[in-house]
């Protein structure tokens, strides 16, 4: 055993699953920033396209509402804005099913490794075998989730309608939802089960301890926010004077390089950081998952006492 290991699968409270979260962040943050890398190049290459395309119809249609430009052809220049919004906004769209599909597999089966190998340098070869095991699964997990997010925006808008009380209610269903969804793909993960069983099982731990499930979501959810925000303070003023100078020289950004360059990178990065922000977000159900699970069933307990016995 490794002395800086930190034991996950333990019954913990509110207060010590929110603790326990930051010394785990700080402690495998380098390694799985690592791992991240490693398997989501050619995503990260995709993010970095589709914000080219995306930046290129936002700029060509903003100069072209602001008569900025004076074009012979205006329909047919507009019209090619709009055929760059539909085709980034497609493969964003299959993009960021990938990386759905892609990160939460590889944020799930890092932190199994961790617990499996008791030591914070986890192999990348090892998390991707055990990703690439349970792929099929984890399609079918993740198409499921179409039918369960477009149920959960109808209660939404339903929720939405009703004054101040159904707008604290939308959102304990959502934190609900983010925890229900995160334990579900865990256990799939580590009991290796089928998808139904696994939502089944997650649904259990979750409704049985409602409001540590909602806490634990609200509070880290609102910090790892600040943190992503934190994150993005350097590129935000970079893109922010460089805003400042277009608007003050009249820059004609629509055409220049320059401007493509700097909100194309802009968008990327508040994209790459949204899809790191999605892996953190799943170490928060991780350790939700040991919590519940051990409370629940004690299996950690049962083999520390049985081992205990076996010595004496």
Known sequence: MKDNYIPLRVNRDFGGIV???FDFFKQNIKNFTNVF???NGVFLIGLLITSYLLVSGFLGMIAQESSNNSFGNGNEFEQDYYIYLGVGGFLFVIIFLGVAFLNYSLSTSYMIKYVETRD???DKKEVWELAKSQFGNIFVFVLLLIPIYFVYFIAAIILNIIPLLGFIAQYIVQFGLTAWIGVSFFDMLQKKKGVTEAL????KLVTTNFWKSIGVNFILGILLGILLMIALIVPGIIVGIYTFH???NNVDYSHSIVSTIVYT?????VLIIAV???CLSQFVNGLLYYALHEKT?????RATIEQIGQND
């Open 276 to 278: 790191y922000g999605q």
């Open 200 to 203: 089944g099982e997650g649904w």
């Open 120 to 122: 914070e340098n986890v």
């Open 37 to 39: 890398i490693s398997y």
């Open 265 to 269: 990178l802009g968008t990327c990065i």
């Open 19 to 21: 603790s326990v979260y």
């Open 297 to 301: 069933y004690n299996e950690n307990t």
């Open 246 to 248: 277009v608007v003050e």
